[in-house]
């Protein structure tokens, strides 16, 4: 019996340097001399502007009437608590609050379909502010996202967990869920509202 040949497995073909002396002068890639940095030079650095509505974590802008901005499954998740909206966000943060809605949330609510039709009739109560999206899609998060890091004047409301995570990186933006059938609040000034659970 013959000797088994050995295969190279993940064997590539051998690829010709751009440096290659065989390579032409014009296919051939130049050696690029290293610039000293000059010492004397003035150094540009990118520093990130901060909102002037920041002191610190603790955010200026809230204050009564706080402006809460709804995300679709937390009306969902308040009707299958039996909560009303408006009464239970007073409750839990001891001043008038006034819900708002995007466009996005509504478009969201309207494709649930049937199934979702109390949550809808909800969002069109007269209590709830209207607040017209720009933006292209209807992607809620991304929308609601963007209008709080945009202006921070806003209390999200929501029981999603990716999206919580997403507002958690942004500064000064406190988060309402839903938890032990009533609301809670997080990342909120100790001295406002009712007391945390």
Do not use: W
């Not at 200026?60 to 679709?72: E, K, N, R, S």
């Not at 708002?100 to 979702?116: F, N």
Request: hydrophobic letters at 35%; charged letters at 30%.
């Amino acid at each position: 019996m013959g000797k088994q040949k050995k295969q190279k497995y993940a064997a590539m073909k051998r690829m010709i340097s751009l440096k290659d002396q065989r390579l032409k002068e014009k296919d051939r890639e130049k050696t690029q001399k290293k610039k000293k940095a000059d010492p004397s030079a003035i150094q540009i650095q990118e520093v990130p502007k901060y909102p002037s509505c920041m002191f610190f974590q603790y955010n200026t802008q809230l204050g009564p009437p706080y402006h809460i901005l709804v995300d679709t499954n937390f009306i969902n998740f308040s009707i299958k608590a039996k909560l009303d909206v408006v009464q239970s966000m007073m409750d839990c943060l001891y001043a008038k609050c006034i819900p708002c809605i995007t466009d996005c949330v509504m478009a969201e609510l309207e494709k649930l379909g049937m199934k979702y039709r109390v949550a809808l009739r909800i969002a069109k109560d007269p209590r709830f502010d209207r607040l017209p999206c720009s933006h292209k899609g209807t992607y809620a998060d991304d929308c609601l996202v963007q209008r709080v890091t945009q202006h921070k004047c806003y209390i999200v409301a929501t029981v999603d967990r990716d999206l919580k995570r997403r507002i958690r990186k942004i500064p000064g933006v406190p988060i309402m869920y839903i938890s032990n059938h009533r609301y809670n609040i997080e990342r909120m000034p100790d001295d406002y509202g009712a007391p945390r659970l």
